[in-house]
């Protein structure tokens, strides 16, 4: 693997320049339930990674990409197929859904 520090990375002068780093690309957070608090999660790492955040209806894909995420729909109280994909688009996830109103068991946490 090629050496990405720079010379005066090398000499203490820091980590390697942004445009290094621009082209690797950032890392990528996926948050699960991107409420009110997962907003200000993403008000606080959007410079930093590639946000994604879920929501279940318009309104909510509305406020994730306003506050500089991109918005996906996933309903977790629904299985239509579609969802089975989503955890490979970052290896970090972030889950602040909620369980399941109603029944003992999480019906939420195995349709991750």
Do not use: H, W, Y
């Not at 621009?22 to 957070?29: A, H, N």
């Not at 994730?64 to 918005?71: E, K, N, S, T």
């Amino acid at each position: 693997m090629p050496n990405l520090t720079t010379p005066s990375a090398a000499a203490g002068g820091g980590t390697a320049p942004r445009t290094v780093r621009r082209k690797l690309g950032r890392p990528r957070l996926l948050i699960v339930g991107c409420g009110d608090i997962g907003l200000r999660i993403v008000a606080r790492l959007r410079e930093r990674f590639r946000v994604f955040g879920t929501a279940t209806g318009p309104a909510g894909a509305t406020a994730i990409r306003a506050a500089g995420a991109v918005p996906l729909a996933l309903d977790l109280d629904r299985r239509d197929g579609r969802d089975g994909r989503i955890g490979a688009l970052a290896p970090r996830v972030l889950v602040l859904a909620p369980p399941s109103p109603q029944g003992r068991a999480d019906a939420r946490a195995p349709r991750l």
